[in-house]
Nanobody
Framework: QVQLVESGGGLVQAGGSLRLSCAASGKIFRLLPMGWYRQAPGKQRELVATISFGGITKYTDSAKGRFIISRDNGKNTVNLQMNSLKPEDTAVYYC??????????WGQGTQVTVSS
C-alpha cells in the first residue's frame, strides 16, 4: 500500500506562490503516474496536474501556465509549484495516483487559502 503525506499549504495573498510537497512510501511509487487533486468547499475533488513516471506533465486549463508539477523518484516525492495564485485556488490539495486514485491512500491533504 502506498502512503501519501502532503505538506506546504498555507495562507497567501492573491498573486503569491506556494510549493506543495507529497512524500510517498513504497517502491512502487516511481512506477506510478501521479497527480495533484484539490477539493474546494462544497465542490467535488478535481485533478489539476499530472506527471507520468517518465516526467510527462499535463494540466487543467485553470492550472496551465501557473502551476508546475515535478517529481523526484529517488526521494519518492511529488511537488506542485503554484504561482500567481487566485482566490479560486483555495482548496485542500491532495496527491494520489493520477489514472485512478488509490482510495486507501488518500492523505490528510494540505490547505491552501488565497486571500483577495
Amino acid at each position: 500500500q502506498v502512503q501519501l503525506v502532503e505538506s506546504g499549504g498555507g495562507l497567501v495573498q492573491a498573486g503569491g506562490s506556494l510549493r506543495l510537497s507529497c512524500a510517498a512510501s513504497g517502491k512502487i511509487f516511481r512506477l506510478l503516474p501521479m497527480g495533484w487533486y484539490r477539493q474546494a468547499p462544497g465542490k467535488q475533488r478535481e485533478l489539476v496536474a499530472t506527471i507520468s513516471f517518465g516526467g510527462i506533465t499535463k494540466y487543467t486549463d485553470s492550472a496551465k501556465g501557473r502551476f508546475i508539477i515535478s517529481r523526484d523518484n529517488g526521494k519518492n516525492t511529488v511537488n506542485l509549484q503554484m504561482n500567481s495564485l487566485k482566490p479560486e485556488d483555495t482548496a485542500v490539495y491532495y496527491c494520489n495516483k493520477a489514472d485512478g486514485p488509490l482510495q486507501d491512500s488518500w492523505g490528510q491533504g494540505t490547505q491552501v487559502t488565497v486571500s483577495s
